[in-house]
């Protein structure tokens, strides 16, 4: 089984700055995808942000671009999210997903089959 363990969050002013990481573990796991999901409460889970492993090529949601950077470490099996000029609207849990196998959709939860429990981030105005 992989586990995913995501690191980082907490209490923010607007304007300022947080790296999430997300930590792989478990049985050798090559992700093909990894990405970025946010929920705040009572709303859906939305994407953030995807990186193709192997390439990575990235994908934002347009909210964040230009603010947001994913990136990741192959060698540690680490994922990470840099997060700056952050807005009160960015407040939410935020999870990390992964799945092995290909999908041209990244933006969706359907092709992650592997979740973290989740950081909380909460900007503050």
């Known amino acids: 089984q992989v586990q995913l363990a995501e690191s980082g969050g907490g209490l923010v002013q607007a304007g300022g700055a947080l790296r999430l990481s997300c930590a792989a573990s478990?049985?050798?796991?090559?992700?093909?995808?990894m990405a970025w999901f946010r929920q705040a409460p009572g709303q859906e889970r939305e994407f953030v942000a995807a990186?193709?492993?192997?390439?990575?090529?990235?994908f934002y949601t347009d909210s964040v671009k230009g603010r947001f950077t994913i990136s990741r470490d192959n060698a540690k099996n680490t994922l990470y999210l840099q997060m700056n000029s952050l807005k009160p609207e960015d407040t939410a849990v935020y999870h990390c997903?992964?799945?092995?196998?290909?999908?041209?959709?990244?933006?969706?939860?359907?092709?992650?089959?592997?979740w973290g429990q989740g950081t909380q981030v909460t900007v503050s105005s």
């Open positions: 997903a992964a799945t092995a196998l290909f999908s041209a959709v990244v933006h969706t939860t359907r092709p992650y089959e592997y």
């Open positions: 478990g049985r050798t796991f090559n992700a093909y995808t």
């Open positions: 990186i193709r492993w192997s390439s990575g090529r990235t």
